[in-house]
């Protein structure tokens, strides 16, 4: 067997039957891999930015009230109590994390997702449990937790 018996065509049809044309998938699988660890991570951060307002209900629990005189003046110039501290360093923390859109951006990125993994693997597997994750975002964003760790657990599958 020589070499032309390779060429699917006689090599009438040039790049398009050699090494290189065949590169291009997994170039665009593996583009599309690092995209979904990129949607994972704005996922993450979005998921951040809802729970850590439950963190700072929790500590503002912990906070012990001031004594006040009658005029409504501390007693004492208080010093701020370790809780206090991590309830403003958890709010500082949020306002960075709203200031970087990740709803929006974690939106995007799975829409962009899946448009081009449904284009690379039509019929595939990757591409029903894509549409099933992408199906449960209305679910989510009515505040659904079920179906919130069902869209987690099925894109971790897809990750594999």
């Known amino acids: 067997m020589d070499l032309q018996d390779a060429f699917a065509a006689g090599g009438e049809f040039g790049i398009f039957e050699g090494r290189s044309f065949a590169l291009i998938h997994p170039i665009v699988m593996g583009g599309l891999f690092v995209y979904t660890l990129y949607a994972g991570y ?18 503002k629990k ?65 591409t029903v449990l894509w549409a099933v994750a992408a199906a449960l975002v209305p ?10 760790s069902l869209h987690i657990a099925l894109n971790a599958i897809n990750f594999r």
């Open 42 to 59: 704005l996922g993450w951060q979005w998921r951040r930015v809802r729970t850590i307002q439950n963190e700072i209900n929790e500590l």
């Open 62 to 126: 912990e906070v012990k009230p001031v004594a006040v005189t009658p005029e409504g003046t501390p007693v004492e110039n208080p010093k701020p109590s370790p809780v206090e501290a991590k309830i403003q360093q958890l709010t500082e923390e949020r306002k960075e994390l709203i200031k970087g859109s990740f709803r929006d951006r974690h939106f995007n990125a799975g829409s962009i997702l899946l448009g081009f993994g449904v284009s690379e693997a039509i019929f595939g597997g990757i």
């Open 139 to 148: 679910a989510m964003q009515k505040g659904n937790e079920t179906a919130r």
